[in-house]
């Protein structure tokens, strides 16, 4: 008979398969390993780790190929543990205490695991995930462990935690879903799964126990259930949902080609978030009109060393190309807080997300600043670039960028490389600070984008990873909103245009009411562009005005949130 389990649906879709059992069961291996003699159990350990970094190298190049660029920075993160000396370290101190090379790693990932779950921070909580993980790696490539292999068909991953390495190391045909016995939807696990669209169920707890390997399951991604060996009555259901799906895809694919405009001609731009050149060529296909947000950390991410002015100049301009005359917003990169580099060689914080960050290492660290800056402007040159500053709270930091700017034109003039003169100035508004100074900022900058996941968790002070206190973090809560529409309201009277590129953007919901604020562009994940589009041209300007004026008297976010289900 069939049963359902609910979990927190974080990647819509449904996704019918067979269960396999990821993050295999290492017991009966290391009791059937026979550890020799202590120099050789050394040798097994270090040799280990240059061919599992070996294996990750190859994987991350492979990635890169594919036009994966988050999920190769997730890998080389997982290269650089296994090549932290800390860690070398310590697992050759277990070698000589257990003369067991497996259970040496084993036990010496967990110790460092272990420190990052005693941060109390949900960030820190997904990395210790990947520790083990990378433990685990090392252990199965010294006890000849090979990777689990999908057959024919695709299957539905389950877990308690599920290594990232096992979702990146399959082919994305081969895996219909993925369910987490943890609730983290920072988890790289998750991140990965996003970059592939593959319906994701998290937070299931103990109710993943009654999941079994080689279990039929159906799994929804966006209500959050699972159906344990499911009637034929279900799979009908289920079926007929999926084919909705199909249809529904096609749909988009048709609207992809119209413009975003309401029933009484009020046009919002819809723009794309991207990690690397590639993702345009996906967003062009949903219909996006430029790149709102250039993550251009992604280019930082998965070097040895920071990238020249060479390497970022070809990224840029790869993308500003493929925008084909459409405008390309390149942020600064935004290091620092929840996207360390260890190559910068930056002192562990307290608390990051509050700390040296984004543009306050960029105005320190101009060796790492000013080669991006000239990468832009000379990407400028073959279409429509601009420069976006992450974490600004004040005009001191903006008139330092801006000189800096100007710097970098002078020394490309002298080094006769061409550069464009037109390349628009404007900051991510993303802390209260700045909100609230948005009619001064304004004075200053050419555009505004609304960086919603920051501004959400500073306004509210939720930290956005943590999993006990997500019920609080709410972009309808009205002190977000007020502080939205100021911005809105503050580039309008400065005469520049407001955009936004944080998560709400692709809520197809917000999306109606921050046309009714005077938002004049949206940028989000290429496949959200159908649904908010659908949600515009389906309205007029004066009736999402009327709606608009509704939500803005309520007093709780979870009221807004509801009335406007209810009212659109």
């Known amino acids: 008979m069939a049963e359902i389990i609910k979990g927190k649906g974080v990647i819509a879709g449904i996704a019918m398969g067979k269960i396999m059992l990821a993050g295999q069961n290492l017991d009966g291996y290391l009791m059937a390993y026979q550890p020799e ?17 070996e294996i990750l190298q190859n994987s991350i190049e492979k990635l890169q190929a594919d036009g994966g660029a988050e999920q190769a920075a997730i890998m080389e993160a997982h290269r650089m543990m296994v090549q932290d ?33 005693a941060m109390d921070n949900e960030y820190f909580a997904a990395r210790a995930v990947d520790l083990r993980d990378v433990g685990k790696r090392i252990a199965k490539y ?23 390495s096992v979702i990146a190391g399959l082919p994305g045909d081969k895996i219909a879903g993925v369910i987490l016995g943890a609730g983290s939807t920072t988890a790289h696990a998750v ?5 592939r669209a593959i319906p994701t169920v998290v937070g299931v707890g103990k109710a993943i126990e009654k999941i079994a390997d080689g279990d039929a399951i159906i799994l929804d991604g966006e209500k959050g259930d699972i159906v344990i060996r499911p009637s034929d009555e279900d799979r009908a259901g289920y079926a007929e949902r999926i084919k909705k799906q199909a249809e529904l895809k096609k749909y988009y694919e048709e609207l992809a080609k119209l413009p975003t405009v309401t029933q009484d001609g009020v046009k919002v731009q819809l723009m794309a978030n991207i990690g690397s050149p590639d993702d345009v060529d996906n967003a062009n296909k949903y219909g996006a009109e430029g790149v709102g947000l250039f993550r251009s950390e992604f280019v930082f991410m998965g070097k040895q060393d920071i990238p020249t002015e060479e390497d970022q100049f070809k990224a840029y301009k790869e993308a500003v190309e493929k925008c084909n005359g ?37 105005l320190k660290r101009h060796e790492l600043f000013m080669p991006q800056l000239k990468a832009i402007l000379r990407a400028g040159v073959f279409g429509k670039a601009a420069i976006m500053v992450p974490m600004v709270i004040n005009v001191s930091e903006i008139l330092a960028v801006k000189k800096l700017i100007e710097e970098a034109k002078v020394e490309l003039a002298h080094e006769g490389k061409a550069y464009s003169d037109n390349v628009q100035v404007g900051i991510m508004v993303e802390t209260p600070a700045a909100a609230v100074m948005t009619p001064v900022l304004g004075k200053y900058v050419d555009f505004f984008s609304i960086g919603t996941n920051d ?4 306004t509210l002070a939720v930290d956005r990873g943590n999993a006990s206190i997500s019920y609080l973090y709410n972009h309808f809560n009205p002190a977000v909103l007020r502080l939205i529409r100021l911005t809105i309201k503050s580039a309008r009277e400065n005469n520049i245009w407001a955009g936004m590129c944080g998560e ?27 649904r908010v589009k659908e949600k515009l041209r389906a309205i007029t300007s004066k009736r999402a005005e009327e709606i608009l004026e509704v939500v803005m008297a309520l007093e709780d976010g979870d009221d807004v949130k509801a009335q406007l289900t209810k009212l659109i």
Do not use: H, W
């Not at 501004?455 to 500073?458: A, E, G, M, S």
């Open 85 to 117: 000396p800390m860690l070398g370290e310590s697992i050759a101190s277990k070698v000589e205490e257990l003369k067991n090379a497996p259970r040496a790693v084993l036990d010496a990932a967990e110790d460092q695991a272990k420190q990052f779950e």
């Open 37 to 53: 003699d202590l120099e050789v159990e050394k040798k097994k350990a270090a040799d280990a780790l240059d061919k599992v970094a």
């Open 455 to 458: 501004l959400v968790q500073y």
């Open 326 to 362: 459409n405008l390309c917003v390149i942020r600064t990169m935004d290091i620092g807080g929840d996207k360390p580099l260890p190559y910068l060689e930056i002192p562990p914080e307290e608390n990051p997300f509050l700390g040296f960050r984004a543009v306050r290492i960029s």
């Open 142 to 164: 010294i006890l000849g462990v090979k990777e689990p292999e999908v057959g024919d068909g695709a299957v539905i991953l389950c877990g308690e935690e599920i290594e990232p």
């Open 504 to 530: 709400m953007a692709s809520d197809p919901y917000a999306a109606v009411i921050l046309m009714a604020m005077g938002i004049n562009e949206l940028s989000m994940s290429a496949p959200s562009i159908p």
């Open 191 to 195: 991140i990965i799964a996003k970059a």
